[in-house]
């Protein structure tokens, strides 16, 4: 009898346990200060040159 509760009690706590993870990786407790560190790379946008002027070219025109 006393594992039948044991069973239910560790199903409750693993979906509690699989909530929380899940409201911590969508950012859904930054509220509170917790969550993942958001990941950005500005620096890469900002090194960009004109990049509409970039061509490119086929293999067979390479060879040429």
Same mark, same amino acid.
């Given at each position: 009898?006393?594992?039948?509760? #044991?069973?239910? %009690?560790?199903?409750?706590?693993?979906?509690?346990? %699989?909530?929380?993870?899940? +409201?911590? %990786? !969508?950012?859904? #407790?930054?509220?509170?200060?917790?969550?993942?560190?958001?990941?950005?790379?500005?620096?890469?946008?900002? %090194?960009?040159? !004109?990049?509409? +002027?970039?061509?490119?070219?086929?293999?067979?025109?390479?060879?040429?």
């Amino acid at each position: 009898m006393k594992s039948k509760f #044991l069973l239910r %009690n560790v199903v409750y706590v693993l979906a509690v346990v %699989n909530l929380l993870f899940w +409201l911590w %990786n !969508d950012g859904g #407790l930054r509220f509170l200060g917790l969550g993942p560190k958001p990941v950005q790379e500005p620096h890469r946008v900002e %090194n960009q040159v !004109d990049p509409e +002027l970039l061509t490119i070219k086929s293999a067979a025109s390479e060879s040429k």
